[in-house]
């Protein structure tokens, strides 16, 4: 079975495992954990901010930075598709009580006019706009990464307007290797950053919020009060830290195997996809209306292949380091099959 689902169905490599095995651990609640420690010391400097919190999840470090960045009844900017409105379960109404705005796009940008529009003016009856939060890479829209520049022209907004500005980064590895920029001038402009460590990096859990060493000390306990305070979390640390020093620069595998998926799918008019707007490791497509999104994954399935589903209409393949060249070629050549069976 070629699983395409997601790149967090990746499992630890042997060196992984025996790095954690050997990780030296202590009780983090305390701050006493220095396979921890030296995670958050090196993802903080990695991405150019004061101080960094390993956290469970990407869902409880964009969590986090919203009831850190916000009071309750206020209001946060998002794309319309982003995974902080789409799959974190309604948790900003939750933890941190606040609204979102969403603001549709074509490929995860929002335009600077809808952003400046969406800012609330200052009458009383209106809920405060606090924060704005771009998502590179974007999910929903097939991996596309967010160009530096426009990064840049929304900070710049936002600092007028007096808003803060997060990144959801959870695959920001991928825009850096897609691009070639670093991470620290992909981060620069934001005050607040989250990175995951279980996606294409292979690591088993973790995520990482980063920002000033005040944001992080408000942080730390909301990750207390949420239930991610982790004792002996090294073992888990280490995994990320390895993943980062060691699985980061073969990303740009994962993102050569997509292209060629999506370019063997292009050649079939059975599918509809535009292959030139793979730029990493996602890849999206529409699958022959009206048949339901379940029974083709059902047709996928039977010829070996997983898929998700990404927009309405749309299938998602996700490449990662568990998938090499000849699979992909392979799976992309079995959706295809799933398809002519539902002709």
Known sequence: MIDLRSDTVTQPTDEMRRVMAQAPVGDDVFGE?????????????????????????????????????????????????????????????????????????????MSLEAIEQAIRPPEYYFPRTR????????????????????????????????????????????????????PRQYTEPFDTVMVSFSKGLGAPVGSALVGSREFIASARKWRKLLGGGMRQAGILAAAALYALQHHWERLHEDHEHARLFAQILAESALVEIEPQRVQTNIVIFRYPAPVPFAAFAEACRREGVLLSQGLPGWARAVFHLHVDRKQAMEAAHRVLRAVRSLL
């Open 131 to 182: 924060l704005i939060c771009l998502e590179n890479t974007h999910n929903r829209h097939g991996g596309t990464v967010l160009p530096v520049a426009y990064i840049y022209e929304v900070a710049a907004l936002a600092r007028r307007c007096g808003l803060a500005l997060h990144c959801d980064g959870a695959r920001l590895w991928n825009a850096c290797v897609a691009t070639g920029i670093s």
């Open 33 to 109: 954990d220095p396979s921890v420690n030296a995670l958050q010391e090196y993802v903080a400097d990695l991405l150019g901010k004061e101080a960094a919190l390993f956290v469970p999840s990407g869902v409880m470090g964009n969590q986090i930075a919203l009831a850190v960045h916000c009071h309750p009844g206020e209001e946060v900017i998002v794309e319309a598709a982003s995974h902080i409105i789409t799959y974190e379960t309604a948790a900003p109404a939750v933890i941190a009580r606040v609204q979102l705005v969403g603001i549709p796009s074509a490929f995860g940008q």
